[in-house]
């Protein structure tokens, strides 16, 4: 039987799973904050990792030839020392000291973008994307917010749309993945979560297909710009959530 609050988190999860097809990060700051007037935080995060991970598996299905294989391993092994130390940063840093300085550094990113000649090509690197990966275990372990290094990451490595939404969809799914499983363990999924999940799965999934017709007229010159609105945004919710 249908109830308002499963219906909200339906409607939260369809819009969010658009944005994340679209853009790949985004989806969660937009569901999020929707679901969080009628569900607990300790309901809420764990059926938004769940739902979070769905999103970015259908992301990575329709986008995986375009995967950057090669780029992955290096954000990989840095996001577990990252993680690692995300939870000893939990315990002893209050989470909006963490927001306000990630905030501060996603706006002046975005700045540095504009501001910023190159004079070489761009290309990935090993340090680069691990300290990328590195930011994005920190942050997703310590609050929840791992999209953005790895989104600037792309953008200074010019990736192209599909390539971007390709190689984020699968470290999403695979870092999700594992802390859907550390939720499960610590037993944070109660009959509540998963009735919620019920609504939200189906709804992202559809949120999420019907991405796929946006994303393949997208210019590369387009994505970056709404890529870039993305981040401004991300920044100033963390700034509002350090200082409020």
Known sequence: MLDSVGLLVACSWFMGGFV?????IGGAMVAFPIAATVIPITELIPLSCILNVI???CIACMHFRHC??????????GSIPGAIIGLYILKFVPSSVLEGAIGVFLLYYVYWQHTYKPTGKRRESWGRGGSAGFAAGLLGTSISFDGPP???YGLFAGWGPRVFLGTLGVFFVIRGS????LHAFSGLYTE???????YGIPAALIGTLCSF???RRFNVVTFRKLLMYVIVAA??????????
């Open 235 to 244: 920044g100033f919710i963390c700034l509002g959530r350090a200082i409020f």
């Open 55 to 57: 999103m970015d598996g």
């Open 178 to 181: 594992m802390t859907c499983g």
């Open 68 to 77: 950057r294989v090669k780029a992955l391993w290096p954000m990989f092994v």
């Open 192 to 198: 509540n979560v998963i009735h919620y999940a019920m």
């Open 213 to 215: 017709p946006v994303v």
């Open 20 to 24: 994340s097809g679209v853009t790949g």
């Open 150 to 152: 790895i989104a600037a």
